[in-house]
C-alpha cells in the first residue's frame, strides 16, 4: 500500500512537470512606438509575461527620487489594455520592468541610496501604487549601471524590496534581466534571494553570440551562474546576437544538448511589430513542440 502510495506520487509529479507551463517573457513600450498589447500573438497554452519597459525611480529630466517610481512606458499601454488583455487571454501577466538602459538621453544607473530602509519603503509603496493602477502582476529588475567604487546595496535593496512585495501579495512574479557586463551584481543578489526570483531573463544577446553551438556555450556558462531551470533563452528582434532561424536551431541545439527550454523572453513587442511577430508566433510554437516530446 505504502509502494503504491508513493509510486503514484511519483507518476503525478513526473506528469505535473511535463505538463508545466513554458513561459514567454516579452518586453513592450521602451521604444516609442505606439505598440498594443492585443496585436501580440498568444497562445493559450503558454505562460505568456509582458513586462512593461519601463518604471524608473527618476523624474521627467532623469534625475534619482530616492525610491519613488513613475511609468515611463509608452502610453498607449493604458491600465484599461492592460484590464483587457488579461481578461481575454487568462494566461497573461503583466509586469514592470524597473529602470533599463535610459531615459531619454539620460543613461540611468543603480546608486547607493544613504538610506537603504527609507529607498525600499519608497519603492514599495511608489511600486504598489502602480501596480494597482495598471493590474500588474509582477516585477523584473533591469539596472544595467553600476558604480564602481563604494557599498553595492543592490542585492540588498532589490532582495528586500522583491521580498516585501511578494510577502505582502502585490506580486506573484518576479525575473531579474542581467547581461556580460552585469553578471556579478545580479549573482550577490540572486545568490541571497533566489527564493523570492521566478525567472532569469538573462539578455544572451549581448554575449554576441552568432552560432547555434556558440549559444549553447553561453547558456552553459550563465547557467552555472544562475539555477538552470530558471534561466531562459533570449533572443533581440533586429538585434545583437544571433539572429533569424538560427536562434531556433539554437533552441534545438539547447534541447538535444540535454537542456529542458523551459520559455523564452524577446526584446521586444516593439521591433515584432516590424515583421508580424514571426519569432513570437515561432517561439511559441517551439514550446509547445518541446511539451509534447
Ligand atoms: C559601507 O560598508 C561598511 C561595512 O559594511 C560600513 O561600515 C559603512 O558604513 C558602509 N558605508 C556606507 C556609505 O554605507
Ligand atoms: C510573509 O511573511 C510571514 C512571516 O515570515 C509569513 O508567515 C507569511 O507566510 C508570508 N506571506 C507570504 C504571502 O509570503
Ligand atoms: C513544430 O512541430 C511541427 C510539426 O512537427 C513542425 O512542422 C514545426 O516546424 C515545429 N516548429 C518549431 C518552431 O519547432
Known sequence: MKH??????VVLALFGSLCEGKVMMEYIGAT????????????????????LSFAIDADSSGKAQNGIFSPYWITSLTPGSVAAIKEEHP??????SLSGWSL??????????KD???WISNAFSSLQSIVTTYHLDGIDIDYEKFPKHGNNTFAYCIGELLTLLKNQSVITVTSIAPYHLTTQPYIDLYNAYSDVIDYVNYQFYTDKVRTAKGYLEAFKLRTTQFDLEKVLPSYEINGRGIQGDAFFDALNLLEVSGFHVNGVMIFSADAGSTNGYYYEKKSQQFLLNSTRL
Open 104 to 113: 531619454g538621453d539620460k543613461v540611468l544607473a543603480w546608486y547607493n541610496p
Open 116 to 118: 537603504p530602509q527609507k
Open 91 to 96: 494566461n497573461v501577466k503583466v509586469l514592470a
Open 32 to 51: 516609442g512606438v505606439p505598440v498594443t498589447f492585443d496585436a501580440v500573438p498568444i497562445d493559450g497554452d503558454i505562460d505568456f509575461n509582458f513586462i
Open 4 to 9: 503504491f502510495f508513493l509510486l503514484h506520487v
